[in-house]
């Protein structure tokens, strides 16, 4: 076997080796989806992202001669260990051969850099925070990813529990299809029937006219709706200004709703188009002509990744999620959509979980959460 060694990814050829070698570990995996290159040079800091504004990461590569072989990205999240007040940090763009020593020695290379940075505990994969995609998927490899979800190989959490770590959280993801709307509880439509009549509420698409600060105004629900949840650091300022600039080119109205009780905006839902065939078919590379191939004809696009539905603290237990959801439907089935996914959805989080199995919506994906002491 041959011996691994261990280089931080700090110059051209590492930070190259550290994105190119995906290609070579997925290469038998009908199912894996490349990244998008530029997005994921942002999100582990060798182009500009506003995580990185006060956040700290290092990356390194995995070699066995001059072949790469893994990666790994330790991350220290200020804001975590200013909310929770407690020096956990995190891993992520994790990815190895399978190959114990070669997760080991990328492990203990996360593990002594975030001790010198002094924290004493670890938790991961998050790539590279929990408002970005997480998990280490445990069930459902038979499937493709839909946009904006992991993947990785199925050895990979024998790597991870290799290496110490123990299960702290699973996150699912629900498949459902057009089919459900014949099959939906009763009680369901009661209750959006009830809600309509008790409260002067207004379900809308966002405005086209307006994106910008119509997605602000989503992603500012985003961080209210979430202060109780596992693990939420909101997003900075920048983060918003930056994420709502990049979601603002995704959109599609029709898969959107914002909720207002008596004018004011009380709960957004935002739905993406599953773009990972067309990303599948550019290998992930936007310029030259990527950019154009993604985006173009996207009305033959006919299944959805339906990310979210907030609604802020004040309102949740009344439940207004099922008003965001049904404005959507009949712009949904007009465009053809046949399937969606419901995705993520924490293991904790009792009442979407409940809402999602009343409607008929069948558990697809399972990613795993795991923690360690240092």
Not at 5 to 33: H, M, S
Not at 52 to 57: A, F, L, R
Not at 158 to 187: C, H, N, T, W, Y
């Amino acid at each position: 076997m041959a011996k691994c060694e261990i280089r931080p990814a700090t110059d051209r050829k590492t930070r190259k080796d550290f994105i190119g070698q995906l290609w070579d570990i997925y290469r038998n995996d009908p199912c894996w989806v490349p990244p998008l290159i530029g997005n994921q040079m942002e999100l582990v800091g060798f182009r500009y992202h506003p995580f990185h504004d006060q956040n700290q990461v290092a990356n390194f590569v995995a070699y066995q001669g001059n072949r790469p072989v893994g990666r790994i990205t330790a991350i220290v999240n200020r804001g975590h260990i200013d909310r929770y007040a407690e020096n956990r940090g995190f891993f992520g763009f994790f990815e190895s051969i399978d190959d114990r020593d070669v997760a080991r020695g990328l492990f203990d290379a996360a593990f002594q850099w975030l001790k010198a940075q002094g924290m004493d505990s670890i938790r991961g994969p998050v790539n590279p925070s929990l408002n970005h995609d997480i998990g280490c998927l445990v069930s459902g490899f038979d499937t493709p990813p839909t946009f904006m979800m992991a993947h990785n190989l199925p050895y990979y959490e024998s790597l991870i529990l290799d290496s110490g770590f123990a299960k702290s959280q699973d996150v699912f993801s629900f498949e459902g299809d057009i089919s459900m709307l014949d099959r939906l509880d009763p009680k369901l439509d009661f209750v959006i029937q009830e809600l309509q009549r008790r409260f002067n509420v207004v379900a809308r698409r966002m405005d086209t006219r307006k994106l910008d600060s119509e997605v602000a105004l989503f992603l500012d629900i985003y961080n209210k709706s979430l202060q109780s949840t596992w693990g939420f650091v909101p997003l900075s300022d920048a983060e918003v200004r930056f994420m709502a600039k990049g979601l603002k080119m995704l959109i599609e109205p029709d898969l959107t709703t914002i909720l207002e009780v008596d004018g004011k905006p009380v709960g957004a839902g935002l739905g993406l188009l599953d773009y990972n065939p067309r990303i599948k078919k550019i290998q992930g590379r936007l310029f030259p002509f990527g950019f154009l191939h993604l985006l173009l004809g996207r009305k033959k696009l006919h299944r959805a990744r339906m990310m979210c539905t907030y609604v802020l603290p004040e309102w949740q237990r009344w439940g207004l999620g099922l008003l965001l959801l049904e404005r959507m439907r009949p712009d949904c089935l007009a465009r053809g959509i046949k399937e969606a996914e419901f995705s993520w959805v924490l293991e904790s989080n009792h009442l979407s979980r409940g809402s999602l199995e009343r409607g008929g919506a069948k558990l697809a994906k399972t990613y795993r959460i795991y923690d360690r002491n240092l």
